[in-house]
């Protein structure tokens, strides 16, 4: 990998990053990534002496986001990864590699003293973890470096950190120094994504095709705003309904969302010839408007039936993961189920990015998921206490969607057509 000399605000926020927590915030791919790698570099290079941490939502998601390119960067005789252990050895200083996924997650780091900490996607881990994290790094010197996209207004790491910053250098570049009794030994750097300037043209005006609405000044124009109104926001049944399906050159998933009392909706989404992803059929058993409840066996049965009458063959049947007695009778009628992932804000996130983009398609035939699609809100309630939750009403159709996508992207991503402003 070939490191472009640091220009513009990479320079300025790299000379700055010299507080007990710096956090660089903003859009995608604008730089903050690089930036603050090649800060911890140094600082692992020069730190005192003591245990050093770096931190991911999970191990794979850090290995993929920041491990990887370190090792890219360096070679693996200065970044090498033991996954067995969970460590990095970093030009020679070995690197604790955990994942803080949830509540629980700030037992991994009870009784350490840390001279350093890199955390990726700061804003997706629990506030107690960082709280105790904080507490940890109790070594002279030890500092903290961290990337995050935007959030809500209400978000505990806005509310309680980054808006009490003692230096911010702002999303135009301009340097602010607060001399309030209350600020933090805290230093944030705000990128949007014309602060890199690697990009061409042509990859801004794509990216930022990509995202409409709310995602669109989150990750493009680097706002902190509220998730209100409908998910969607670029949903129109005039663009993205269609009355044919052409050639599916791999039928990716059967998509279940489970339901005993409430409906069970099940979907089957497929990568056509043209480049774009298809939900081209639908089928749906709603206990209170058909003929009462369905047992597991008969639930396997009758969609397995559905399928074959379809004709086509899935690469993967991916389940609603609270359906764990389903899976059992699924795996005994000899079907092969995968767990769905069940991340909502980044599945939210793909769907919405596919919509945008015009890269995502319904049959005309699926009525009951072009039903829900429109009135799938945000619940006011949650983005008031800085949390991003669909309301659950109406939701399965949409659920067994976003549970498609997600889970199939390996798959889909990087096969598709460019982004477009109109869907063919």
């Not at 700061?122 to 030890?142: C, D, K, N, Q, Y």
């Not at 993205?240 to 969302?257: G, M």
Request: proline share 5%; glycine share 8%; charged share 25%.
């Amino acid at each position: 990998m070939i490191i472009a000399p640091l220009v513009g605000k990479q320079l300025d926020s790299y000379r700055l990053a010299d507080a007990r927590i710096n956090i660089f915030d903003g859009s995608v791919r604008s730089s903050k990534t690089i930036t603050t790698l090649v800060k911890w570099i140094e600082f692992v290079r020069t730190a005192p002496a003591g245990p050093l941490l770096m931190v991911g939502k999970t191990e794979r998601t850090l290995r993929r986001n920041i491990v990887d390119v370190l090792v890219e960067m360096l070679g693996e005789k200065r970044a090498r990864y033991v996954a067995g252990t969970g460590e990095l050895f970093l030009l020679g200083r070995r690197i604790y590699v955990v994942g803080a996924n949830d509540e629980t997650a700030q037992e991994k780091i009870r009784g350490l003293s840390l001279v350093g900490a890199y955390c990726d996607e700061l804003s997706t881990l629990p506030e107690s973890f960082f709280v105790m994290l904080l507490t940890r790094l109790s070594i002279p010197g030890a500092r903290l470096y961290a990337t995050t996209n935007p959030d809500g207004p209400q978000h505990w790491l806005l509310v309680n950190y980054l808006d009490r910053a003692r230096l911010h250098l702002d999303i135009n570049g301009q340097v602010h120094r607060s001399d309030d009794p209350d600020a933090l030994d805290l230093h944030r750097f705000s990128f949007k994504l014309a602060d890199n300037p690697n990009l061409s043209p042509e990859y801004v005006a794509n990216v930022s095709a990509e995202f409409s609405g709310l995602w669109h000044r989150r990750l493009i124009l680097g706002e902190w705003c509220l998730a209100e109104g409908v998910v969607y926001e670029s949903w129109d049944p005039a663009r993205h309904v269609v009355d044919h399906l052409p050639v599916i050159e791999q039928w990716l998933c059967i998509s279940l969302d489970y339901g005993t009392t409430n409906p069970f909706h099940a979907l089957a989404i497929g990568l056509g010839v043209d480049g774009r992803l298809y939900v081209g059929h639908e089928w749906r058993w709603d206990a209170k408007k058909q003929r009462g409840s369905l047992t597991d066996a008969e639930y396997s049965e009758r969609v397995r039936a559905w399928v074959a009458g379809l004709g086509i063959t899935p690469s993967y049947w991916v389940v609603d993961p609270s359906a764990k007695s389903y899976r059992v009778q699924m795996h005994r009628d000899g079907i092969a189920s995968t767990l769905a992932d069940n991340e909502v804000v980044d599945g939210i996130r793909d769907v919405a990015s596919l919509f945008a983009t015009g890269r995502l398609l319904v049959h005309r035939s699926c009525t009951e998921l072009i039903r829900e699609i429109p009135g799938y809100a945000w619940d006011p309630d949650a983005s008031e206490k800085g949390e991003d939750k669909p309301l659950k009403v109406n939701d399965h159709g949409v659920d067994a969607l976003r549970y498609g996508i997600r889970t199939t992207r390996n798959i889909w991503h990087g096969r598709l057509a460019p982004p477009s402003s109109k869907a063919a």
